[in-house]
Each structure stands twice: as structure tokens, then as C-alpha cells.
Nanobody
Framework: QVQLVESGGGLVQPGGSLRLSCAAS????????MGWYRQAPGKQRELVGS???????MYADSVKGRFTISRDNAKNTVYLQMNSLKPEDTAVYYC?????????WGQGTQVTVSS
């Protein structure tokens, strides 16, 4: 089992920044990918971006140039730095752990972008 705990969500004005964290604990594989997803009210959950064990990243077109994913392997923690936030970024953000055998999800953290 792997447990994921997200933190860092909240209310921010348009143009502002937030940094989300996702700390993993438990039976963590040596090789795994961490992803960030989000789900807005009435919409399907969508991929924001991900980072592999080697540090390679990918991002959805909607967040490229504004969001950055990083990881601290020593702490088993992944971060999502969100800059230039827009109202359409409002959603519950989830982290996802994926190894060769298992997938686990965090509980989600709310991000609200509003003036």
C-alpha cells in the first residue's frame, strides 16, 4: 500500500501562485511516476502533468509555461508549482502514484482562483 497526502491548496486571486505538495509513504517502488490531475465541477478528471523517476516531465497544453512539476526523491514528495493562475484552473487537484504494479490516488486538495 502507498499513501498519498496532498497539501497546499486554497483560494488565490487570478494571476497568483500556489504550490501543491504530495507526500508518498508506505511500500514505495524504486521506479514510479507521479502525476497531477484535476477535476472541475461537472467535468471529467484531466491530467495536468506528470514526472517520471528520472525527472522527465510532461504537461497538458492548458498549463504549459505556467505550471511546473518537480520531485524530491529523498522525501518521496512531488510538487506542483502553479503560476499565473486563471479562474479556469479552479478544481480539486489530485496526485497519482503509478508503479509497474499499482496505482494510488491522493484525497485531493481544492484550488480556487477567484477575485
Amino acid at each position: 500500500q502507498v499513501q498519498l497526502v496532498e497539501s497546499g491548496g486554497g483560494l488565490v486571486q487570478p494571476g497568483g501562485s500556489l504550490r501543491l505538495s504530495c507526500a508518498a509513504s508506505g511500500s514505495i517502488s524504486r521506479i514510479y511516476t507521479m502525476g497531477w490531475y484535476r477535476q472541475a465541477p461537472g467535468k471529467q478528471r484531466e491530467l495536468v502533468g506528470s514526472i517520471g523517476s528520472g525527472g522527465g516531465t510532461m504537461y497538458a497544453d492548458s498549463v504549459k509555461g505556467r505550471f511546473t512539476i518537480s520531485r524530491d526523491n529523498a522525501k518521496n514528495t512531488v510538487y506542483l508549482q502553479m503560476n499565473s493562475l486563471k479562474p479556469e484552473d479552479t478544481a480539486v487537484y489530485y496526485c497519482r502514484y503509478q508503479s509497474l504494479r499499482n496505482i494510488y490516488w491522493g484525497q485531493g486538495t481544492q484550488v480556487t482562483v477567484s477575485s
